[in-house]
């Protein structure tokens, strides 16, 4: 889904119809700062001196107060109507910033997600106060994000809002895991440096081109190696846990499994205090409770099958990386 974007037009001098609009700022340089009165507000933003227009924020936000679904009819029809406020044809503007992303349904927490990735070489990992909430990556030209969407809803909407809002399908007891790309320079992350303009989104090549450029930035991160889930409770005693939590630490290090053995035994072996005999025990122990855990041949934070399958299932498939 399309979200937050920023965008400009040159339309000369004295164009904009301002009836609509309420003035915020007023600066030396000719700029003029106002808002577009929605669900949420819209920035709008005009220099009548060099005769640039920009507006900026969330379409869906300003058409139906929330994020949580998107409709492109819809998008399309607030478009038009912010132009037609303007009395300017919006679709012809270049594209300045530009969000594009999903709402996974998870079957954990968000916050075990976003904590569970660490990014490959050439990105900047951000984190938030609170780093269970959202984390962000980044490069020059664009930032990768993960943030809780349900705990966005349940903190930030009113009552009347939410009530729309589980209408339109959220359910305050599941969980909701936000992926998406914020390009800072969409021409240069999307384009070879050309311009992207506004009306190019509702295009198939550019349509498609978001879904299948979602998945190549969530690729650029690492989701953490886990170990393979224990099959009862007898595999889960106090000291099994913490083999888990540290084995799964260590392999994330890229130390193995047996290292973490050898390490262990090695520590056992330097003590003075133990005989031979107690350190045999404590090495059989150690031996037992490790040789119960396996690395799991893929991780259960990985989120690129979701990712996938929840683009195959967009109202618009060419959203969707084709599958063969």
Excluded at 9 to 17: A, C, L, M, Q, Y
Excluded at 206 to 229: H, S, V
Aim: proline share 3%; net charge neutral.
């Amino acid at each position: 889904m399309i979200d937050f974007l920023k965008a400009h037009i040159f339309i000369g001098k004295d164009s904009v119809f301002f009836d609509y609009l309420d003035k915020i700022s007023e600066y030396s340089n000719g700029w003029v700062y106002y808002t577009l009165k929605g669900c949420k507000d819209f920035d709008v933003r005009y220099n009548a001196e060099s005769g640039w227009l920009e507006i900026k924020g969330s379409i869906m936000y300003f058409a139906q107060g929330h994020n949580f679904t998107y409709d492109e009819a819809l998008f399309v029809s607030t478009i038009d109507y912010i132009g037609k406020m303007l009395k300017v044809d919006l679709w012809d503007m270049a594209l300045d910033e530009v969000e594009f992303g999903i709402i996974l349904k998870t079957t954990k927490p968000p916050k075990y997600y976003i904590k569970n990735h660490r990014p490959k070489k050439g990105l900047t990992q951000h984190e938030s106060k609170n780093k269970d909430i959202s984390k962000r990556w980044e490069d020059k030209w664009l930032y990768i994000k993960m943030y809780d969407a349900g705990r966005n809803i349940q903190h930030k909407q009113g009552n009347t809002m939410k009530g729309i809002i589980e209408e339109a399908g959220w359910n305050p007891s599941d969980y909701y895991l936000k992926v998406e790309v914020h390009y800072k320079k969409p021409e240069k992350a999307l384009n070879h440096g050309y311009g992207i303009k506004l009306a190019d989104m509702l295009k198939p090549k550019w349509k498609k081109a978001f879904g299948e450029d979602l998945i190549k930035q969530y690729e650029r991160l690492i989701p953490m190696k886990t170990i393979c889930k224990p099959k009862d409770k007898k595999e889960l005693s106090t000291i099994d846990i913490f083999a888990r939590e540290l084995v799964e630490s260590k392999i994330n290090e890229g130390i193995s499994i047996q290292e973490v053995k050898k390490a262990i035994y090695e520590r056992i072996n330097a003590s003075a205090l133990l005989s031979n005999a107690d350190k045999d025990a404590r090495k059989r122990m150690v031996k037992a409770t490790l040789d119960k855990l396996e690395e799991s041949e893929s991780s259960e934070w990985d989120l690129k099958d979701m990712i996938q399958e929840e683009l195959k299932n967009t109202t618009d498939p060419l959203y969707c990386e084709q599958k063969t």
